[in-house]
C-alpha cells in the first residue's frame, strides 16, 4: 500500500485525484492539503510514502513546502505536479528534494505510475527523462551538488565495488534496472540488489541522488 498525500489548491484536482486512487487498491490518499503549510503539517503528522505536490499555492509554494518535507523524513518522497514544466521549475524541485516531477495534462495512467515510481525510489520518472533533466540540472551556475570535498569523494569511490561502480555509471546514464540488467546480462533482481546497496554506501535517499553522485563523481559527462 502506498500512502499518498495531496497538496493543491485546487479542490476540484484534489477530489478527482483521490476518487481515482479510491479505484487502486495499492494506493491509499491519507490527507490532502490547499497550500505548501498545510503539505508540510500533515505530512509530518500523517507520515505518507508520496506527496504529490502542486508548485503554485497560496502562502508557501511547493518548492519551499519540498524542501521541508524532503528535509524532515527521508521516508517521504515528493512528486511535483504542476501545469508548469518549465525547466527552472524543474532544477528548482530537484534542488528542494523533489524525486519525480510531472505535469497536470499527463494521462491520468501516467500519474499514477509516477506516484508508483517515485514511491519505489527507481527513476525520476522514465530514463530519458532523468538523463536530460540531471544533466541540465548540473550543467547550470551555482547548482547545488551533494557535499562530497576531495577527500570524501575518495572514500565514496573506495566504498563501493567495481560492479556497483558500473551499475552507478549505467544509472547515472538513465538506465532502469531492467536495461542494467539487460546490459550487465544480470537478473533484475540483482540489479535492484546492487542500486539497493548503492542507496546504503552513499546515502542517497532516491534514485536521482544517485544519479547527480554518478556526475559529481566524473561516471557521466553532462551532454549539453
Not at 513546502?65 to 512528486?79: F, H, K, P, Q
Not at 518549465?86 to 528542494?96: C, F, G, P, S, T
Not at 546514464?173 to 542507496?199: P, Q
Request: charged residues 25%; proline residues 4%.
Amino acid at each position: 500500500m502506498i500512502r499518498v498525500l495531496l497538496a493543491d489548491d485546487q479542490p476540484l484536482l484534489r477530489s478527482g485525484l483521490r476518487v481515482i486512487m479510491a479505484d487502486h487498491p495499492d494506493l491509499e490518499v491519507v490527507g490532502e492539503a490547499a497550500n505548501g503549510a498545510e503539505a508540510v503539517r500533515l505530512a509530518a503528522e500523517t507520515a505518507p510514502d508520496v506527496v504529490v505536490m502542486d508548485i503554485r499555492m497560496p502562502g508557501m509554494d511547493g518548492i519551499e513546502a519540498t524542501r521541508r518535507v524532503a528535509g524532515a523524513s527521508a521516508a517521504t518522497r515528493v512528486l511535483i505536479l504542476t501545469t508548469f514544466d518549465e525547466d527552472e521549475h524543474v532544477h528548482a524541485a530537484l534542488r528542494a528534494g523533489a524525486s519525480g516531477f510531472a505535469v497536470k495534462d499527463m494521462a491520468v495512467d501516467d500519474i499514477l505510475a509516477a506516484v508508483r515510481v517515485v514511491a519505489a525510489g527507481d527513476a525520476l520518472l522514465a530514463p530519458g527523462v532523468t538523463r536530460r533533466l540531471i544533466a541540465d540540472f548540473l550543467g547550470r551556475p551555482g547548482t547545488a551538488l551533494p557535499a562530497h570535498g576531495g577527500a570524501d569523494r575518495a572514500r565514496l569511490t573506495e566504498a563501493i565495488t567495481d560492479r556497483e561502480r558500473e551499475v552507478l555509471t549505467l544509472v547515472g546514464s538513465g538506465r532502469s534496472n531492467a536495461e542494467i540488467a539487460e546490459d550487465l546480462f544480470i537478473t533484475v533482481a540483482t540489479a535492484k540488489s546492487h542500486v539497493s546497496r548503492l542507496f546504503t554506501k552513499l546515502g542517497a535517499r532516491d534514485r536521482v541522488q544517485l544519479v547527480i553522485t554518478a556526475y559529481e563523481l566524473g561516471l557521466v559527462a553532462p551532454q549539453r
